[in-house]
Structures are given as structure tokens and as C-alpha cells.
């Protein structure tokens, strides 16, 4: 069974630093595109960051650019989300996912808060 599970969130002042971990569990990830989504209360999952399978290749939200930083460790199943100078935005859940390079074949976490405090 396909699991992926969040970890890292918690309560942080704007301007500081936080940063997220997902593990994957029940296969092999190296093969999968990974990353981040984030929800606040009332509005839609928006995108954050991906990082190709290889671990090179990342995107970012426009709105996380030079802030925030995705990476992995394939031997460990983890991706990462790195975030710095977080802005106060109230309270985000962050979820991770996982896709499938060939067969597209997605898979979700269920989600770790972040709450930045003014």
C-alpha cells in the first residue's frame, strides 16, 4: 500500500524557517515527480514546488520563489520543502505528492499544518 506521510509542520513567527519532510512508503519513488500543494481555510489546493524524479529539475509557485527550496533523497523516499521568511498567511495545510512519470499514477499525503504567527 502506497503511503505518503508529512511531517515538520507546527506553529512559527513570519521571518522564520520551517521545513517539511514526506516519506514515502510501499514503493520505490525514484521513478515519481515529487512535491508540495498547499491549502488555507475556504480556498482552493494551490501548487507550491515539484522536483523531477532525477532530483534535478524543480518548479516553483511564484510566490515561494528564492524562499522556499525542494529537494530528495531517493535512497530515503523523502522529498523536502525548505521554507524561509515565511510571511504571515494565517494557517496553510501542506500536502505532498507523488507522480508517476510514466504511468501518471498520483498519490497524496494527508496533509501537516503551518501556522505563521505575526
Known amino acids: 500500500q502506497v503511503q505518503l506521510v508529512e511531517s515538520g509542520g507546527g506553529l512559527v513567527q513570519a521571518g522564520g524557517s520551517l521545513r517539511l519532510s514526506c516519506a514515502a512508503s510501499?514503493?520505490?519513488?525514484?521513478?515519481?515527480?515529487m512535491g508540495w500543494y498547499r491549502q488555507a481555510p475556504g480556498k482552493e489546493r494551490e501548487f507550491v514546488a515539484s522536483?523531477?524524479?532525477?532530483?534535478?529539475?524543480?518548479t516553483y509557485a511564484d510566490s515561494v520563489k528564492v524562499r522556499y527550496t525542494v529537494s530528495r533523497d531517493n535512497a530515503k523516499n523523502t522529498v523536502y520543502l525548505q521554507m524561509s521568511t515565511l510571511k504571515h498567511e494565517g494557517t496553510d495545510t501542506y500536502y505532498c505528492?507523488?507522480?508517476?512519470?510514466?504511468?501518471?499514477?498520483?498519490?497524496w499525503g494527508r496533509g501537516t499544518q503551518v501556522a505563521v504567527s505575526s
Open positions: 505528492f507523488a507522480k508517476n512519470v510514466g504511468t501518471r499514477e498520483e498519490h
Open positions: 510501499g514503493r520505490t519513488f525514484s521513478r515519481y515527480d
Open positions: 522536483i523531477r524524479w532525477g532530483g534535478v529539475s524543480t
